[in-house]
């Protein structure tokens, strides 16, 4: 009978509480969202499994002894995991379409607007009770606007870790929503004739040119902004190793099985992060809120910028490519190219979006870099 | 809240500027860049090496079935 | 001349003991069983070179600053290790069979009682001279009866450290003798004529059922066994990442190159635990035979098991198949199908085998749960 | 020792016992399971997705042999 | 104002000093060799980069918190990345030609005199003012000689981590310049007749032979020179893997995906250790003069030993292959390929040459257990 | 600093001897080897063994297609 009385204490069915069930529902929305929806599947299917298992009572997974206790210690308190991802993103990155129009890295630029005003909207919904970020919360929320996974993460690892499960699954969320969330904003900001623009083909960009720009991108940076170093000198290296053309085993597996064993633990990780205590309060629906409007924001900004720089430059340049400047590669740019075609039926944008859709990444880890040292 | 409005602000405002002059400068650097690196293209140097690498290229479809064959071996044994 | 001396010092002919020797000798026959007699060389191969390096005296392969020391601590002491490969399994499993014939779940439950008899039958031994098994030590000597590998690593590592080489040395072994050890004792328990039973095809599984599955099997784990959802969740996760279908490349890098890594370390590790000290007593003799036994009562388990389902169902059931509960996939299918085809020339039983020994799996990570809720 | 046997006898009886009971109620819960998956599994929306799924593995077929003839060729000319 | 002048003092050119540039300079100039010249690029890439980012002022990639130390100190501290090499590269190696013709074993012992040589040359070196070698740094220098860089990088780890990064640039360097440091030492120590002769062909060896060698190196090795046992041991187990024939996918994994991900690790550890404080002095001078003059002796005692075993053997030996025994495999062996064509133009040594080239690998790691037990 | 030179010039002596000591060793021991290991080279079993890896190599060629699909794959995602 004792025994019966251990098992049972032993169950969860005992110890449960309606914040774990909750949290629980949370992580497989994530899921349904990642495998019906197909919302960024490779980061959230393992951050809504995590927050799963995460909130299992007496299970312990977060505790030391509790493996995804030693995943988050090892991967994300020090900053690993989102660096080694952001290296493997660095190659699988061509820089060609930038190199050969980088007046669109104005364009990667003005889209980080939707960070930094977000920033100044998390302290402004301070006003409202019930909010209390700090500077470091509003700057942890803000990068959301940067619509990069592993930059949200690395930066919210260093200013707000509790926030951190909140930020990561609405910076993935928007990313994946971003087919939804800027047509609309692209369209009330430009004309149809705008959006019919087409852009001059590209020329081609050389191998020494590849070659050279991560270094000129790591050498400017760590001359004036070295706390975003990290994240840009690691994605420079992955940039390198794909572009030298002599390590290209190095490259292939930074691209590949590394990127996908660090994936697995990062976004168990995250999930990690997904507990009642942290996620289930008004704060949550802020970051939410929040986020979208850093979208928003991002995105116009982008436009505006386009529109711009169309008034002043000689060749054309269709100012829907200023949306892709948000990052979110390469969904972004498959929106503008997207809607461009719906201007235009033989106006195919794609390649032109990718020059402000890499110089998004590279504007939102210089972003993370500036507020890191404004606010760390 | 005022104060901490007003540090938002300024935050906001240093931020896009650094963001604006770090990005400018780099398009600066890349003007530098695409004049230094274009020049030496046509040089031998690169013509032999691109030379080298069509022929690296060439080689590696021709291993094509050597390599398939490592694939298979892995998801067969 | 004070130089040789020192250098003869350092040899290990002047410290080695007849123990360290013996020890060897061990890793060298494991070497010997995994190359010559493909004994799950996956595993042994590595197991038999971490015992032979472990022992080499003065070379501190296992003190702080030997590299088997740091795998045993990071993989090991953590769990980690067994969990990664668990995962991996969940990634190469499918479940179709399982789901097409659910009622042969009963049978991945009833070659458990091999786990159970082996926990009573290592506290009986006690009563011999020599023999002190505590009540965890027993736990986890009885869990070589589930026959699978990471679950026996994971529950020794919990509850008995210093039995962990003995443990899995012998869950190895004996999963590799299954095709010595199953079929006298099937042939004991079966008529020719049953043995010869035809089964009805196997019904075709939507994908939708196997993305819900792992789900429902977490479900329930978290419900009643929270102390199982650790290998439990780790393997639903990596069947999940299979089944899902958005995931392929995290599939298919858990299920190659994570596993790979993972299997080289895990090996070593376990090697590193084969001391003369913990190996070379006789409780080792005791572990060796109670593993023997717990294979032969879960076969004959599950094969009573299939026999009395026989008796009940409409459809034909070959009581052989309840052979392939022990798990020891997917050895345990294929010696059922072997049996079958010995005594039928035209029945193919592999793919109905398939349910019973992946509903195995899940049995003996089921029953470690219940042990480390018992006696953890 | 004589406690310690009836212990382990307890625990060999709850685990067996528990070992059904769970594995029955996923058995259950499969019932249930194959009722809700199946159902679905004619809608348009999941027949249109495998079907897609379909066409692009017979692209990547027809791709796959295509680039294997050129490998071969060139590797036997 | 304020937040301009924190965003100042934030970039590293308020904090640059001129040891910080110079040590970039060194950076960059490794990578330039990496990239233009393909000086050993797998390895020369990521340290230059590492060095690029360590030398970042307020960066902090070297204190705690910072991805290249948490990389030193998990794979370099415990020496767990250079064994992981070395296992990889006993799972690319193959005995065979060595196997073939035994006594080309004594070439790789021959070619170590550049090890002992240089470690006798470096505490010579103390005489010049500014230099004051321990015995311990002398031992980790000479090592340079081994031409094998996990190796090196093993053995400075344990005895003079200062040095590691002079010592290990040194090594990857010199590798690199094999074609050009060994030619002119090859033809003034033998005559145009001599680089001649024509080998006999190699017999095949078999299977078992294979497997049993690195089983017989292992055993000898644990005898006799227990400290060289965690190079030799994971060499050996790699090898192991390699010929079993039984455990390919944990071969090829250890040839391929995980030393590609060590490899980029270990490269940016050792890069990280090239600070101004550790470089910048005329040590570096010294460790890189007497790596080169570790080279041109090992190839000299591997050449003079060939021509004295040429005198007293039946079957002819061409003296050129003893230049293959400082290992660098496999550049030296092509090395000894190319000059033997250049005497006769259907002479092809490379075969010939591999034998010496793997004992050299073997010849180095016993050379290192030696040092290690001598001055360890 | 003499005494240093004479530790350091015994331990090139005692290292190279023992250098030369321990492989020449190996190489006794690799004749023992190859005596042991030549012999069962012409047994039944090993040549069974070696014509499956023929077989094995023959199903490799054949089905070099199939796995060209993964490389191609790889290289066009
Ligand atoms: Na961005
Ligand atoms: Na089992
Ligand atoms: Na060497």
């Keep these: 009978m004792e025994r019966w009385l251990t098992l049972w204490q032993s169950?969860?069915?005992s110890a449960f509480g309606w914040e774990d069930a909750a949290m629980m529902l949370v992580g497989a929305i994530l899921l349904f969202l990642a495998i019906?929806?197909?919302f960024e599947p490779l980061l959230l299917l393992p951050i809504g499994f995590g927050a799963i298992l995460a909130n299992i009572p007496l299970a312990g997974f977060n505790e030391p002894g509790g493996i995804l206790y030693y995943i988050y210690v090892v991967g994300i308190d020090t900053g690993v995991f989102p660096l080694l991802i952001f290296m493997g993103v660095g190659a699988m990155t061509d820089f060609g379409p930038l190199l050969a129009n980088p007046r669109t890295l104005l364009l990667g630029a003005a889209a980080q607007f939707g960070i930094f005003a977000t920033l100044f909207g998390a302290i402004a919904l301070n006003a409202i009770p019930g909010f209390d970020f700090s500077m470091q919360d509003a700057a942890a929320i803000a990068i959301i606007g940067g619509a990069d996974g592993p930059t949200a993460i690395f930066l919210a690892s260093k200013l707000s870790p509790d926030l951190l499960g909140a930020i990561a699954v609405a910076a993935y969320s928007y990313m994946a929503l971003v087919p939804i969330i800027q047509p609309p904003i692209m369209k009330l900001l430009t004309t149809k004739a705008e959006r019919a623009v087409r852009m001059e083909q590209l020329r081609q960009v050389g191998q020494r040119e590849k070659i050279l720009f991560p270094l000129a991108v790591l050498f400017l940076t760590?001359?004036?902004?070295p706390t975003a170093t990290p994240l840009v000198g690691m994605f420079c290296l992955g940039n390198l190793m794909r572009e030298a053309g002599v390590v290209e085993r190095l490259s292939k597996t930074a691209q590949n099985e590394l990127i996908n064993i660090v994936t697995i633990f990062l976004g168990l990780a995250v999930g990690s992060k997904l507990s009642a205590a942290e996620f289930l309060n008004v704060q949550t629906l802020g970051i939410l809120a929040l986020g979208a409007v850093a979208f928003a924001i991002g995105t116009a900004s982008g436009?505006?910028?386009a529109k711009l720089m169309a008034r002043f430059s000689k060749a054309?340049?269709?100012?829907l490519i200023g949306?892709?400047?948000v990052s979110a590669v390469p969904m972004a740019a498959r929106v503008v190219n997207k809607v461009g075609l719906d201007a235009n039926q033989s106006n195919y944008l794609l390649m032109h979006a990718m020059g402000p859709n890499v110089a998004g990444v590279l504007g939102s880890a210089v972003a993370a870099g500036i507020l890191l040292a404004l606010v760390g | 809240m005022q104060q901490q409005l007003s540090e938002a602000f300024t935050i906001m405002l240093t931020g896009m500027i650094?963001?604006?002059?770090?990005?400018?400068l780099l398009l600066m650097a890349m003007a530098l860049l695409r004049r230094f690196a274009i020049q030496p293209q046509t040089d031998t140097a690169t013509s032999q090496s691109s030379a080298?690498?069509?022929t690296s290229t060439d080689n590696q479809r021709l291993a094509a079935i050597t390599a398939a064959v490592h694939a298979y071996r892995r998801d067969h044994e």
């Design chain 1, 11 to 13: 169950t969860a069915l």
């Design chain 1, 36 to 38: 019906r929806k197909k």
């Design chain 1, 222 to 225: 760590l001359l004036f902004l």
């Design chain 1, 303 to 305: 436009v505006l910028m």
């Design chain 1, 316 to 319: 054309p340049i269709n100012p």
């Design chain 1, 323 to 325: 949306a892709a400047g």
């Design chain 2, 18 to 24: 650094t963001v604006f002059v770090f990005l400018t």
């Design chain 2, 52 to 54: 080298a690498r069509e």
